[in-house]
């Protein structure tokens, strides 16, 4: 079945997409509507982040199970500090009381992201305030890249069926299904999506194992199937992907072209750095998918490409 958003996220012979990673994490919070209004504001039709749900199975925009606490800080401006807090374990209204807006500079997640603003009274999202967002008139072209994430805690089928339906739920309600794909590591969770007959497109997400997972992000290893010995394009789409995910230093010339010959759309994450982008767009991928969107524009514009359509 062919779905209308994925050519959103397809490039051609003179366009490759840019997708704000978290809205723009380079330079503003990471996962705040003030980041992703931003990306919104420099042409960028593309967004990805991150959806968790909270003890009361609230859909929430934030990458890490455990609150990441050289970006988060308690109702007492403090940042967090000791055991980690669990997005599972807190209420919506327990959320609504941490702040997102500033990096601790003397983390290694925060030394990271220098360039990163620094914003009092930032608060975590819910789903439901970006899908609002982005319906407004203005925004109709904008498509979503929604990374639903695997509790390791609780990586069973019934916390699947309960985050695939209540993420899916959101977005129908929201009039966006088709605007969105659904888009992870785990690929049983998108299996889950085919299961309930979930009618969005599906994005598949890989890493190799021997590169290094980010400082600060957790990782998403040890959910991922072993496809070590196997030709992950193909393996994608006998899975039902639209879209196939890699990290940027996993991705060949002939995968590229394999996963094209299967009809696959390709973007790559996450890209920041200058020799990186150029890299790239010499590989000729669909999409980019970046913390940095303007320095993408900015190569992809000397080189004569275009970004949006």
């Known amino acids: 079945m062919g779905y209308a958003q994925i050519d959103a996220f397809r490039g051609d012979a003179n366009t490759i997409r840019v997708i704000g990673h978290r809205g723009a994490r380079g330079i503003l919070p990471e996962n705040s509507m003030i980041g992703f209004n931003f990306a919104l504001s420099i042409g960028i ?88 967002l982005v319906s407004q008139p203005q925004y109709q072209h904008v498509c979503l890249m929604v990374e639903m994430k695997s509790d390791p805690n609780a990586a069973d089928e019934k916390a699947r069926e309960k985050l695939v339906s209540v993420v899916a739920n959101a977005i129908r309600q929201a009039g966006l299904t088709n605007r969105t794909l659904l888009h992870s590591f785990d690929w049983t969770l998108l299996a889950e999506c085919k299961k309930q007959g979930i009618d969005m497109p599906t994005s598949f997400l890989t890493q190799s194992k021997h590169h290094a997972d980010d400082i600060g992000d957790e990782s998403a290893l040890h959910i991922m199937p072993n496809l070590s010995t196997l030709s992950i394009p193909d393996e994608v789409k006998k899975a039902g992907g639209a879209l196939w995910c890699p990290h ?41 998918v970046t913390d940095y969107p303007g320095r993408v524009q900015r190569q992809l514009s000397d080189r004569g490409w275009l970004w949006a359509r």
């Open 248 to 288: 940027f230093r996993d991705i060949s010339k002939d995968q590229l072209l394999r996963a094209k010959d299967l009809g696959l759309c390709v973007a790559v994450w996450t890209v920041n750095e200058p020799d990186d982008i150029d890299a790239m767009i010499d590989l000729h991928v669909d999409a980019i």
């Open 45 to 132: 039709d593309l967004l990805e982040f991150d959806v968790l749900l909270t003890r009361d199975n609230v859909p929430v925009i934030t990458h890490n199970h455990e609150l990441n606490a050289a970006a988060i800080r308690g109702p007492d401006g403090k940042f967090l500090n000791g055991a980690g807090v669990r997005v599972a374990a807190l209420s919506i209204d327990d959320i609504k009381g941490f702040d997102i807006g500033r990096l601790d500079g003397h983390t290694d997640y925060g030394r990271r992201f220098p360039e990163q603003a620094q914003i009092d009274g930032v608060r975590l999202p819910q789903l439901s305030e970006l899908l609002q």
